[in-house]
């Protein structure tokens, strides 16, 4: 079954600085992608940046990139110029080619300081 | 378009009562879905649906029955209430089941006493 780890609840960063939030992820199937999502103060849940398996560059979307490790089944969101709006929760998440349910990990909260 | 749509945003409910959570899409997308959202545990798949007529049952699907007459419509119906589904409740849609992103609709905010 497909497992979604974010071993980080809470970060910190400093307004202008750059902020990587971790997600690593198990699964058997040679096709998946990965996902995504902020969710604000507000409750709604925000799509940010997609990365397929068999994409062969790292995914950006402006502020936001994907490191994407295939061989460490990693794919950390990067925050590039952190604003005081990004103060969020950030959901990690995976679709698998073949019985694409989407699986989340339990989040990150991410906190911006001016 | 309106893109995914709830309703109601807050509903209580008392122990034993019946209800059903609206979800309605218009991008005509053939995957439909919802979640509960629950502090700590991120977002858990209760129901969800390829097509009209066809569901199947995700992660946590025991109190909640579901539904697709059409493509557009996905409602969540809580047979007999219970505290333990006190959540956020979140419908979502791609569109097909694969790797495509899935869009989610604003949230149900329920409140089982």
């Known amino acids: 079954a497909q497992k979604i780890t974010q071993t980080q609840p809470g970060m910190f960063v400093q307004e202008k600085e750059a902020v990587t939030l971790d997600c690593t992820y198990d699964?058997?199937?040679?096709?998946?992608?990965l996902f995504w999502y902020k969710q604000p103060s507000s409750g709604e849940m925000i799509f940010l940046i997609y990365?397929?398996?068999?994409?062969?560059q790292n995914a950006t979307e402006g502020r936001y990139s994907l490191n994407f490790q295939k061989a460490r089944k990693s794919a950390n969101l990067v925050i590039s110029a952190s604003q005081l709006g990004d103060s969020a929760m950030y959901f990690c998440?995976?679709?698998?080619?073949?019985?694409?349910?989407?699986?989340f990990g339990a989040g990150t909260r991410l906190t911006v300081k001016p | 378009n309106a893109g995914v749509t709830q309703t109601p945003k807050f509903q209580v409910l008392k122990t034993g009562q019946s209800m059903t959570l609206q979800c309605a899409q218009d991008?005509?997308?053939?995957?439909m879905s919802w979640y509960r959202q629950d502090p700590g545990m991120g977002l858990r798949l209760i129901h969800y649906?390829?097509?009209?007529?066809?569901?199947d049952q995700g992660e946590v699907p025991n109190g909640y029955n579901v539904s697709r007459s059409t493509t557009e419509d996905f409602p969540l119906r809580l047979l007999s209430a219970a505290p333990s589904q006190t959540s956020v409740y979140f419908c979502?849609?791609?569109?097909?089941?694969?790797?495509?992103?899935?869009?989610f609709g604003p949230g149900t905010r329920l409140t089982v006493l």
């Open positions: 991008m005509n997308h053939e995957y």
């Open positions: 998440a995976m679709r698998e080619g073949i019985g694409g349910d989407m699986r």
């Open positions: 990365q397929g398996s068999y994409d062969q």
């Open positions: 699964t058997s199937d040679p096709s998946y992608g």
């Open positions: 649906s390829v097509g009209a007529g066809i569901t």
């Open positions: 979502a849609s791609s569109y097909s089941y694969s790797l495509d992103t899935q869009y």
